[in-house]
């Protein structure tokens, strides 16, 4: 195997919450002193970049903000190039990293993310109503994730939610994070092709087959979301299927050397 990156997945991967997984923290030291680089990949959209960054700090993790690579991030490159004025039905957090409304102009497409406190009624029907005005407007979907992990179990993620507009306005989603094959090449290091890079993640749709299908290899751990269903109703089996992310290091600094 030939690695020079190794893509990797934060929420259900490295930590879920406010807690690593086991051996994490010790783990990304050990990949960080070999000479694979390292690049943070997470469909969390409940949490700007900054405060991403601060929690994992806290808990005990080594890296800097420009490492981390969301799908918000790259929603806002989205909404930059295709100079929306959007609805936002996002955490107030994560609606930090995008621009402020035009008020001179009209609202012309809708940015869906995981947004717990918004997902009510009325959001919901004002961003319908957004979707109905005109054909031309843009639903975005940030990630459609049908669940997430939290410290008290699974919990719905936005792509219910993304279904339901898309079910109720007849629009189709524009999806900008993983599994999109967009997300993925945008996230590959500079002058690195998918084949030196590998996708470690605890989602067997959206981080390992998603990665597969652009050419890169994917680990998944089995922490986080991982559901052994999951894992059966995928058409091409992971790369390797290990218990959690210092187990995928040590796979991983193992076979590279082979």
Known sequence: MT??????????????????????????????A?????KFVTN???????????????????LDATEIYS????????????????????????????????????????????????????????????????KTNKLVAVHQGKYYKRADGLALGPGCFVKGLEYATGSTATLIGKPNPYFFKSALPAGLTPDQCVMIGDDANDDVAGAMAVGLQGILVKTGKFLPDALAALTTPPTALVENFAEAVDWLLCKRNV
Request: aromatic residues 6%; without cysteine; proline residues 4%.
């Open 71 to 134: 799908s918000l991030s790259a929603a806002v490159e989205f909404v930059s190039n295709e100079q929306l004025n959007p609805f936002y039905v996002l955490s107030d957090d994560a609606r930090q990293d995008f621009p402020a409304e035009d008020k001179s102009r009209q609202l012309d497409s809708v940015v869906v993310g995981l947004a717990p406190n918004a997902f009510n009624y009325e959001h919901m029907n004002k961003a319908f109503n957004i979707l109905l005005q005109q």
């Open 44 to 62: 969390t959209t409940k949490d700007s970049k900054k405060t991403l960054h601060e929690r994992l700090a806290k808990i005990g993790f080594q």
């Open 3 to 32: 690695i020079k990156a190794a893509l990797i997945d934060l929420s259900g991967t490295l930590h879920v919450e406010d807690e690593p997984t086991p051996n994490a923290v010790a783990a990304l030291q050990k990949l960080r």
């Open 34 to 38: 070999s000479d694979i680089s390292i």
